[in-house]
């Protein structure tokens, strides 16, 4: 993207809005309800408006689901049809990565709507507007956790209609490839037909500090967690500026629980046998956040790799990246979206 559909802070401040925090707008949000229209309160309405969340066209739900260990902050988009005899076509769930919130995924949000699919997206723990210590996670089984508990609450919602996809950007996608052997080690069919994967995550880049696994115990030792360096992740400026410089919901520490916890998920990885569903893969050939040429064998290794897109110019970061850049990857959503699935893996 040459811009961004993203607000500056200030500009909530001259219209007399709150600003969205991650201390105070959580609070505001009540429990998820699809079974009524939403509306939201002011200080929702400012959090839409920052992430032009408000633009969308689209019937939106938000609010939280309680679990045992967190609160999540989970949104509901069903785009708007045309005609009395227009369905949707069917439902994405849309996973972040580490450091991010769901505010930020509004363009492919968008693209996904326009498709005719509804999209079901929620906040990490430890980001955005959910619940749990800043930018950490003691057992990335937590995540799983958490994909299940959101799953039984919506399961049943017809805002959210079969079939159901799934995308997630690199821990995103790590938490998709997590559920994907999982599931097929059990021989049980998981809760979509097919996921894509953006920029996945199962190994950062032999550059990142936290990849010596003894310097990493040394480490935790001495601290809970590191101030976060803001890498350029993706080659937009004007959302790198906004990441960096604007947005009130970006985590300024790195948890030093979740670089751990991480690491131990990595072997626990290699160890899962293979199975044989397919995933889509886009994968930027200039990303310095995780070692792509290593994930790239272990997705072909443990998986059918349908689909593998090369972005030569691309980064980390795919859903903000320059628009030129990402073009390959506009064009990749529609088709991921339309694919014909199988009925069943087992």
Known sequence: MADIPFLNPTILKQLDLPVPSRETTPLLLEQLNLNQPYAPSLEIQSYRRLYALDSLNCEHWQGYIEMPLFKLHVQIFQPKLNSPQDKVRGTVFLLHGYLEHSGIYQPIIREILEQGFSVLTYDLPGHGLSNGSPASI???????????????????????????????????????????????????????????????????????????????????????????????????????????????????????????????????????????????????AQDQTVDWRYNIEFIRRKFRLQTLLMLEEGSHQLINERADIRAALTGLIPAFLHAQSGKGYY
């Not at 994909?147 to 609450?153: M, S």
């Not at 821990?171 to 599931?183: D, K, N, P, Q, Y």
């Not at 410089?245 to 998920?265: E, F, T, V």
């Open 138 to 284: 003691q057992n990335f089984d937590h995540y799983q956790q958490v994909l299940h508990a959101v799953y039984q609450y919506v399961h049943l919602a017809d805002q959210l209609p079969q079939p159901w996809l799934g995308i997630g950007q690199s821990t995103g996608g790590a938490i998709w490839l997590h559920h994907l052997l999982e599931f097929a080690e059990r021989r049980e069919n998981p809760y979509v037909n097919r996921v894509l994967l953006l920029s996945p995550l199962i190994r950062p880049a032999k550059s990142a500090w936290w990849h010596n696994s003894v310097g990493l115990g040394i480490i935790r030792r001495i601290k809970r967690e590191v101030p976060r360096h803001f890498r350029r992740n993706n080659h937009n400026p004007e959302f790198l500026r906004f990441v960096r410089l604007k947005d009130p919901l970006q985590p300024r520490m790195m948890g030093m629980d979740w670089i751990l916890a991480m690491s131990k998920w990595m072997q626990e990885m290699e160890e899962r046998p293979a199975c044989r569903i397919p995933v889509w893969l886009a994968q930027g």
